[in-house]
Structures are given as C-alpha cells and as structure tokens.
C-alpha cells in the first residue's frame, strides 16, 4: 500500500464549473498519473508527472490540466467540467527507475458526476 | 489508443476451475503487467513479465509471454469466489512516454 488518498471520492457537479481533484501520496513515489476509466474504453492516461513541477500530457488530456507543487500532491483540474468528463479518476504513483518497469500504486478512485 | 486487448471480455467459472485470460498488443514492449481490479476500488498489481521472460509464476498465477505473437496470457489455477474481479494487463513501450497502457479488462466471475 502506498498510502495513496484521492478527495473527494464522490462528486457531483454541473456542466461549466471548476472541478479539482487532489491526490496526495506517503512514499515519496518520484512519477505520479492521472487515469480516467470508462465503460469499453479501460484506463486511459490524462496527464503524469515525473518530478516536482514537471508535467507532460497523455493521450487524453484535453479539457484537464494538472499541477505538481509538492513531491506528494498531484492535482487535476477541469477548468469547466463537461458531460463527456463524467467518469471515475484514478491517480497512480511508481517509484523511479533507471529503466520503464516497476508496478503502479492506486487510489481508491473519485468518482465524478456532470450534471 | 489503447496497446492492450483482452480476451474474453468476461468469464464465468465454478470454483476450482482454472481461469485463463488472453491479452494481444500492438508494438514493441519492455515488460507488460497484470492488474485486479475489485469492484468499485483501485487496481491493484499482480505479476510483471519482462519482454525477455517467457513464463512466470506466482503463487496460482501463472503468465507467460510470446513476443513474436504480441500476446500474454494470465492463468489463475483453483479459482476461488474472492478471485471475482476485472483483470487488465498493461504495457510499458520500449521507447516513448513513461507509462503504462492498458487493456479494457477481462471480468472474470467466480461461482461458489
């Protein structure tokens, strides 16, 4: 368990409103993502993080930003949420390895409704 | 696009039976992982096999690995109910952006 928490884990909000999802981790993780997952369509990446402040965009990050401030905070926003964004988040962290192997840690998920 | 297919897209079996789940990708791979996937949780990881393995086992996991096909397999031997879950596998690139593509998932039901 790497002590991974997503808030909030449910929410409900409105099409064109600011939605921010906060995921905070324990282990000192280097790399940190951001995945949606939906109905046929498995867990897709929006966005990661591979340090403090260095961020870079997966294959569906349009309509999402994301900020790394702290080692163990990595948020998304949605600068005005619409219907389609309806889906459960997940945030992931890994450890950093000299090569691409190694496991990624979850969140429990936040699930997010637009209305 | 997703790197990762699974195969059957859902799986009903008695308890005791094997359970075996098929995973086809596109390009070339560093290593590909398996996940659970309980109902309304996280994913969790199970095994990893590096693109020079070609079997590995792990308790009653077994997965094994064909390059050549772009194929891996996950074999869960004498299913139990709390087996119940999603499965997904998931491919790291042997070269481009730092992470893992994954497949839709098998939902794999094990009956008492």
Sequence with gaps: ?????????????????PVTLRCHQTENHRYMYWYRQDPGHGLRLIHYSYGVKDTDKGEVSDGYSVSRSKTEDFLLTLESATSSQTSVYFCATRLAARTN??????GEGSRLTVL | ????????????????ENATMNCSYKTSINNLQWYRQNSGRGLVHLILIRSNE?????????????????SS???????????????????????????????TGTRLTVIP
């Design chain 1, 1 to 17: 368990d790497a002590g991974i928490t997503q808030s909030p884990r449910h929410k409900v909000t409105e099409t064109g409103t």
């Design chain 1, 101 to 106: 192997t190694g496991e990624l840690f979850f």
């Design chain 2, 1 to 16: 696009s997703q790197q990762g297919e699974e195969d059957p897209q859902a799986l009903s079996i008695q308890e005791g």
């Design chain 2, 54 to 70: 070609r079997e590995k086992h792990s308790g009653r996991l077994r997965v094994t690995l064909d390059t050549s096909k772009k």
């Design chain 2, 73 to 103: 397999s996950l074999l869960i031997t004498a299913s139990r109910a709390a087996d119940t879950a999603s499965y997904f596998c998931a491919t790291v690139r042997q070269t481009g952006a730092n992470n893992l593509f994954f497949g």
